[in-house]
Every structure is written in structure tokens, then in C-alpha cells.
């Protein structure tokens, strides 16, 4: 007999929600998304959900809301890839941030843990889903040691890291509980064509199309000098079912152990489309973050050996399919829609 397999994904909106259910339905999975508010929602790029994809109504901010939508879809796996994922906006609300990215996990693992029955004498048991958290590279913050692994000490550098580190304390104190089968990806930067514009390498992409269609003459960057362990997301959501389909769970890190500058970004990117970065780029004062996370760059000895996983799409064929993506959108797209797509990376 050929058991059911069901996820249930926050932040199916999102890229890498968009990836991972696209994955899971084929494999056979029935997936469940969950949005906020009311009817069938759009993609953050705009693209409608896939017409597979069983949306149900929820919110990390609501606890009934979480407990309902796990009864709803009755999960074997929940992956938690909702937050607020943009670094700086978590300056300007910082609460919000905690409440979101950092007690949202708490939320979701009381709604399994209440759904499923377990407390401090029923530990574990069938019927129990797997829990993934979408954990990030932005705990290790001010790095004290590089290439950074799952034993690099934490030390976030903004409140987005912050509450991220929340989240992951609380999915290792959920599983010594309970016997949960819950787990942290670490996750290191990870980019795609429908990557949010207002990330740097999307905003460079968008950014190097529209100087090559002669749609704008410059592109205004913050600091040009942070280092970045950049890989493909499509990547990085095949690691987040292999994490869930271990014997034991673990938290893992993924990345590409490659680290380059955001100014290494710039110039292969221009370079890319045939033009030179120098006659484009300047630095805006006003997009340098109050506190920075200058250099990152993945361990992924665990990953290889646990796993069996590593990425397969290198910087330079990312960088080159997202400029050559963004070509192609702002060529075919109509005025109204590149200019839209160009205001949210701001340089419209
Ligand atoms: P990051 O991604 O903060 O690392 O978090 P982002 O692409 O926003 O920044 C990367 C680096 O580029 C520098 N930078 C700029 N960044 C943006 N967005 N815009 C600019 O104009 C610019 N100029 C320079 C930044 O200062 C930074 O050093 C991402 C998010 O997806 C998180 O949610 C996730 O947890 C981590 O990756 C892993």
C-alpha cells in the first residue's frame, strides 16, 4: 500500500515555496499551501500558484489560525518557509520581525504538537508530521570562524537573524521534548530568476537588463564589499527533502563553500551582458544596513556526507540565467509590468 505523502508549506508564495511545491507534486505529494487573507493568491512574481497546489487559509501570527490549518490538511511533512525574509525591513520593525519569523516557529510546532497530542508523557509517535525550518546563514552573523558549519557559534547581526536564531533553538528544544522529528536547514543565500527584486543579486540582474535595454543609465547598490556564499534555490529545496527524509534528524547546513563580493557579482554580471560594471554602478550611502554581515561561505562537509547532496548550478550559471531571464522579461514584458518589477528592486 502506497501511504498518502502531504505537505503543508508556509511561504508558498515565496521563491522557494514555489520551488519546493513544484518539486513535491512531482513527486506524487499532495501539497497544501498557506496564505494569509482570502482567496486563490498570486506568486510574489506575479505568477498564478500552481493550479495543484490546495490553499489553505492561515497565520504565523494566529494560533487558532496554524492548529486549523494543520487539521485541514493532516501533513506527514510541514516545511515552514514563511518569515519576512527581506534583512533590512527587519530593522524598521523589529517586533514584527520577532513575532513573525521567530515566534511564528513556535506556533507552527505547538499547532503539530496540539493536533498530534504530544506532551511531557506522550512523547513521539505515528501520525506525528516532520517538521522543516527554513533556518539561515544570517544566524552565524559576525562570523568568528569561516567556512561557518552546524558547530560555528551564533551571533546575528540584525533582527531578522535574531529571531531566526529563536526559531531554531525552539525546533532543537522541540524535538529533545517531545521526540519530534523536527529540523533546521542552515541555509546560505540562495537565488533564482524569480528571486524577490529587492534581493542584491536579483536587483543586479533586473538592474544590468534594463541598463542593456537602455531603460535606465545606473544602478544604486549598498555595500559593495560583503561577501556572499551565493547558490541556486532550486538546489537548496532538493536539501530540504533530503533533511526530512533522514533516519535521524539533524540539522544541516547547504551551501556552495564559494564565496564571492557583492562587487564580484556586479562585474561578472555586466560583463555577462557586454557592458562594464564601472560606467554603471555607484554606492548609495542609504542602502548600507546599521549593522553588517560582511563575509559568509558554507561548510558542506555534513551535507555531503549525511546527505549525499551538493549543488549543482554554479555562481556563474546563476548570475548568467538571471540576467538572461530578466533580458527576456523586460524585453517581453509589457511597459506597465517591467516597470513594476523595476520599482520593487528601486530603480525605477
Ligand atoms: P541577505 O541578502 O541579507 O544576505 O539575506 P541580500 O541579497 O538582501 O543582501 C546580500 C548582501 O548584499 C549587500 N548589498 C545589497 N543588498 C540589497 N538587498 N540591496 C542592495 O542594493 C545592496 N547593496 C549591497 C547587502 O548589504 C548584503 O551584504 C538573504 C535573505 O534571503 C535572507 O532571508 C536569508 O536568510 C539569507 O539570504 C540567507
Redesign the pocket.
Known sequence: MILSRRALITGITGQDGTYLARQLLESGYEVFGMVRGQGRPYARDGSPLHPDIRVVSGDLLDQTSLIAAVEQASPTEVYNLG?L????VSWKQPAVAAEVTGKGVLRMLEAIRNVAGLNASRTTGSGVPRFYQAS???MFGKVRETPQSESTPFHPRSP?GVA?AFGHYMVQNYRESYGMFAVSGI????ESPIRGP????R?VSLGVAAVKLGLVDKL?????D?E?DWGFAGDYVRGMRMMLAQDEPEDIVLGTGVTHS?RDLVEFAFAHAGLDWRDHVEVDPR???PA??EL?CADLSRAREKLGWKPEVSFEELIAMMVDNDLRLLTESENAAGEAVLEQA?LW
Open positions: 518569515a525574509s527581506y534583512v533590512p539561515t546563514s544570517e531578522y531566526k541555509l546560505f543565500n540562495h529587492e534581493f542584491v543579486t536587483k544604486r547598490l549598498g555595500n559593495l560583503a556572499r557583492v542602502l548600507l544596513r553588517e554581515v559568509l528601486g
